[in-house]
């Protein structure tokens, strides 16, 4: 049975190689909005009619914010797929022996992982609730304040639920 589950576990392969194309897309497609910012703002690229009513370099912010959001969602899912090869694929020796390029993307358990992603979703939606407030600064309504109020609500529900907590507290007592 353990031979089963041990040949089983490599299923999460689809995970990470679907994980790795999207950021891979994702990444193009940050770059692409970048290039918008500065078509927009440098080479007075026709903006398009939602964004009329900005100036260009509102404009050029607008698609930078956006860009900025891609590229997060695109780190998003490389971490995802790091975490998930390290957790269901990656040998115990083999980490020994893992270029130490990404250490810094440290998955200890699948709570870990969940935090990391959490915290993403969080940050993405508050850079979703700038780019609202900046493309229609000019009639904002109460309405918009749902988005902020989801935001809180995720951080304090992070905050009790503690995913990754325990890890961290047994670092803290290992460092004194």
Same mark, same amino acid.
């Given at each position: 049975?353990?031979?089963? =589950?041990?040949?089983?576990?490599?299923?999460?392969?689809i995970a990470?190689?679907?994980?790795?194309?999207?950021?891979?897309l994702?990444f193009?497609?940050g770059?692409? &909005?970048?290039?918008s910012?500065?078509?927009?703002?440098?080479?007075?690229?026709?903006?398009?009619?939602?964004?009329?009513?900005?100036?260009?370099? #509102?404009?050029?912010?607008?698609?930078?914010?956006?860009s900025?959001?891609? =590229?997060?969602?695109? @780190?998003? @899912?490389?971490? $995802?797929?790091?975490?998930?090869?390290?957790? $269901?694929?990656? *040998?115990?020796? #083999?980490?020994? &022996?893992q270029?130490?390029? @990404?250490r810094?993307?440290?998955?200890?358990?699948? +709570?870990?992982?969940?935090n990391?992603?959490?915290?993403?979703?969080?940050?993405i939606l508050?850079?979703? $609730?700038?780019?609202?407030?900046?493309i *229609? =600064? #000019?009639?904002?309504?109460? #309405?918009?304040?749902?988005?902020?109020?989801?935001?809180?609500?995720?951080?304090?529900?992070?905050?009790y639920? +503690?995913?990754?907590?325990?890890? *961290?507290? &047994?670092?803290?007592? &290992?460092?004194n």
């Amino acid at each position: 049975m353990k031979q089963t =589950f041990n040949l089983f576990r490599h299923v999460s392969w689809i995970a990470i190689i679907c994980s790795m194309l999207a950021s891979s897309l994702l990444f193009v497609m940050g770059a692409a &909005k970048t290039y918008s910012a500065f078509a927009v703002f440098a080479l007075s690229k026709t903006p398009p009619a939602s964004l009329a009513h900005l100036d260009t370099a #509102d404009i050029a912010i607008s698609y930078l914010i956006k860009s900025l959001d891609t =590229f997060l969602v695109a @780190l998003v @899912l490389f971490i $995802f797929a790091h975490g998930v090869y390290t957790l $269901f694929i990656a *040998n115990k020796e #083999d980490e020994n &022996k893992q270029i130490k390029v @990404l250490r810094w993307i440290k998955t200890p358990n699948i +709570g870990h992982l969940k935090n990391i992603l959490a915290e993403a979703i969080i940050v993405i939606l508050f850079v979703k $609730f700038l780019e609202l407030v900046l493309i *229609n =600064f #000019d009639s904002i309504s109460w #309405d918009i304040l749902v988005l902020p109020t989801s935001i809180l609500l995720l951080s304090v529900g992070l905050k009790y639920l +503690g995913l990754g907590q325990v890890e *961290n507290h &047994k670092n803290a007592h &290992k460092d004194n």
